[in-house]
């Protein structure tokens, strides 16, 4: 998926087909026990969710969470630019992305735009130009010789910036139409290629958010085809085994005849640039949800202790890609601690809390596995190096919630090309699959407090 916007229009388009209802959060709910739902905020995140039939209230919600966003290039507010005769696109770097792999790929664009309608109304539109329409190019290495040596060092502001075209010296007047003045936001070629694409009137574009896109499509490789190729591995692989697992562990009417809890996928924005936002994890997003749908379910509202009681029975697998052990740098990974692609889920532990991972979390989601005979890793960061963090922390203090940290062994993170295992996502997807499906009884089984 080129944008985020796409992850959760494709998402809708597929929740849809399996026969959730679409809720709108502004709008009253009607829920019922067996029932199948789901909604969105701002395009960029979604909450989908199968109340088993046997709910009653104070039971738990079991859910996976993922985030739908990955570093990019997003374009500035006002990004045209020209530079030595060329139309530049200015952007703004999004995430803590591996830039210099952004250099020398064929890139386009994909985003949303707003449209002014013939009726003076306002429409949501995606837009994604497939072929190849913007390039950062290298600096030739006779221009800067020392390179292989000092270590590629672009800077981000001034080195980073996409062409588009050559400016036109002897236009048609048509040409010249489509030439940027110094007063346009963006270049005048870049909007009439996007209408084109829309159907619709240049004037008839009154706001974009773009970001920028490689247009290479993802496949499989290796002598084996074992290997995934692509962008965005980190999370949509994630989003995608959840989400499938969702749909699929309640796709006939007997499948939530004996459940007594809440199945649940949230999917959030942002979470590469801290989470912090409407439709990130940092957003009461999910618990609002959560205390909405036992309200409705109780028929009336929902005492604190009913809710309250809810969270103590309810678990969250924070599910977000997990390093791979890299067979040119095993020395940057814990010695004991290596996770290897195709050997399955990758549990994370960190012992200051950079992943909400306990022993009582981590037990629960390796005995579903253990009963499926499904494989899992363990991951910790070595003493000496920093560690990242996911959503996991954010959503476990936000309300208490028992978190276990997982993700698929990948390598390349970060980088506009990714790779990880075939088989890893077909695990997952069994291991997320099976969690909907077992964890009620294997929940009972434990009494910590």
């Not at 295992?421 to 009972?444: C, L, M």
Request: charged share 20%; hydrophobic share 40%.
């Amino acid at each position: 998926m080129c944008s985020f916007f796409f992850v959760i229009a494709e998402a809708k388009r597929q929740l849809i087909a399996a026969g959730f209802h679409l809720l709108k959060e502004n709008e009253k709910w009607d829920l019922q026990p067996g029932g199948r739902y789901f909604f969105t905020r701002n395009m960029s995140s979604l909450v989908a969710f199968a109340i088993g039939k046997k709910y009653s209230i104070g039971n738990g919600f079991h859910v996976i969470a993922a985030h739908t966003d990955s570093p990019c290039l997003k374009l500035k507010p006002k990004s045209a630019s020209t530079k030595s005769g060329y139309l530049m696109v200015n952007v703004q770097t999004y995430g803590g992305g591996l830039w210099h792999t952004w250099f020398d790929r064929d890139l386009s664009v994909a985003g949303r735009v707003i449209l002014r309608a013939d009726d003076g109304s306002f429409l949501h539109r995606l837009v994604k130009i497939t072929r190849p329409l913007l390039r950062v190019p290298t600096l030739a290495i006779h221009l800067n010789r020392t390179v292989n040596q000092d270590g590629f060092k672009p800077n981000l502001e001034t080195h980073l910036i996409p062409l588009l075209a050559t400016k036109i010296e002897n236009a048609t007047a048509d040409e010249k139409s489509n030439v940027s003045s110094s007063k346009d936001v963006h270049h005048q070629l870049l909007l009439k290629i996007l209408s084109d694409e829309l159907s619709c009137k240049i004037d008839d574009i009154v706001s974009v958010e773009l970001n920028i896109c490689d247009t290479q499509p993802s496949c499989l490789g290796g002598a084996n085809n074992e290997f995934i190729f692509s962008g965005r591995l980190d999370n949509l692989a994630s989003s995608f085994c959840g989400l499938r697992a969702l749909v699929d562990s309640c796709a006939l009417p007997e499948d939530l005849s004996n459940e007594n809890a809440i199945r649940m996928i949230a999917l959030f924005d942002n979470e590469e640039v801290g989470s912090d936002s409407c439709q990130g994890a940092g957003a009461p997003t999910m618990f609002e949800a959560m205390r909405r749908i036992t309200e409705c379910l109780s028929h009336q509202s929902a005492g604190e202790s009913d809710f309250a009681r809810a969270i103590r029975h309810s678990f969250l697998v924070s599910a977000d890609m997990a390093h791979g052990v890299h067979p040119n740098f095993v020395d940057k990974h814990e010695e004991h601690h290596r996770p290897e692609l195709q050997k399955g889920l990758v549990i994370k532990h960190n012992a200051n809390q950079r992943y909400a991972t306990s022993g009582v979390t981590s037990f629960l989601f390796k005995e579903v596995a253990r009963l499926n005979s499904l494989p899992t890793q363990d991951f910790v960061v070595r003493n000496d190096m920093g560690c990242g963090s996911t959503i996991g922390p954010i959503l476990a203090s936000g309300v208490g919630i028992r978190t276990v940290d997982c993700g698929i062994a990948q390598l390349s993170m970060h980088s506009v090309r990714e790779i990880c295992g075939k088989e890893d996502v077909d695990i997952a997807y069994k291991h997320f699959k099976a969690f909907y499906q077992s964890f009620s009884s294997i929940d009972r089984k434990l009494n910590v407090d």
